[in-house]
């Protein structure tokens, strides 16, 4: 797998939209950006993906540059339930170098504070 | 509840003792991953599973781990003579057929005295 590079860690104001960003400059045409997020004692959760596009959810957007080479990961109204650690994930499904294995990283620790 | 279910969810053991974990897929999920993740460290991947067959095994998987699937649907984590390094929660994840979105499962912490 390409590897991402993260800030260690982010504060953000609760209520303000919290912008992490992940570069990928080595990402490959076939591999997918994957964020989660892992909650203290909880194990990760799925936030979001994507390819090329932009991509919206009901918990955050992702804006990939037209190069791929970074994306954010955008989460609008940030609540202090937000506060994780957050891992930007490149990965080709089944891909010859990486197989089905995510690579975490150490990921970014956001603090939404009050 | 329809999530990833891990039991148990702590685990102390002496060193050189014998553990299992299991771990229970959403039901319609045909892929299932076993984690390693120790303290301050993103979960490390241990192995995957396609319903019963193991396609894929990490070289932090030990002779001392071993993993089945024995019907496609529950799986289990065993390790043998274990060490002090071998305390970390130990995550399982599944994924339905054409999905690569993992749910993970709350995870069994050991420890390792």
């Known amino acids: 797998d390409a590897k991402t590079t993260q800030p260690p860690s982010m504060d953000c104001a609760e209520g303000r939209a919290a912008n992490l960003p992940c570069n990928h400059s080595?990402?490959?045409?076939?591999?997918?950006v994957y964020w989660y997020r892992q909650i203290h004692s909880q194990g990760p959760q799925y936030i979001i993906h994507?390819?090329?596009n932009n991509e919206t959810n009901e918990m955050a957007s992702l804006i990939i540059t037209e190069d791929r080479k970074s994306s954010t990961l955008i989460l609008p109204h940030a609540t202090l339930r937000d506060t994780a650690v957050y891992y930007c994930?490149?990965?080709?499904?089944?891909?010859?170098?990486?197989?089905?294995?995510?690579?975490f990283g150490k990921g970014t620790s956001l603090l939404v504070t009050p | 509840d329809t999530g990833v279910s891990q039991n148990p969810r702590h685990k102390i053991t002496k060193r050189g003792q014998n553990v299992t974990f299991r771990c229970d897929p959403i039901?319609?999920?045909?892929?299932l991953y076993w984690y390693r993740q120790t303290l301050g460290q993103g979960p490390e991947f241990l192995t995957y599973?396609?319903?019963?067959?193991?396609?894929?095994k990490s070289r932090l998987l030990s002779d001392r781990f071993s993993a089945e699937r024995p019907k496609g649907s529950f799986s289990t984590l065993e390790i043998q003579r274990t060490e002090q390094g071998d305390s970390a929660m130990y995550l399982c994840?599944?994924?339905?057929?054409?999905?690569?979105?993992?749910?993970f499962g709350s995870g069994t912490r050991l420890t390792v005295v």
């Open positions: 080595t990402i490959s045409g076939n591999e997918y």
């Open positions: 039901s319609e999920h045909n892929r």
């Open positions: 994840a599944s994924s339905p057929p054409g999905s690569y979105g993992y749910t």
């Open positions: 599973f396609q319903n019963e067959a193991q396609l894929e």
């Open positions: 994507g390819l090329k």
């Open positions: 994930i490149v990965y080709s499904p089944g891909g010859s170098n990486s197989g089905y294995a995510l690579n």
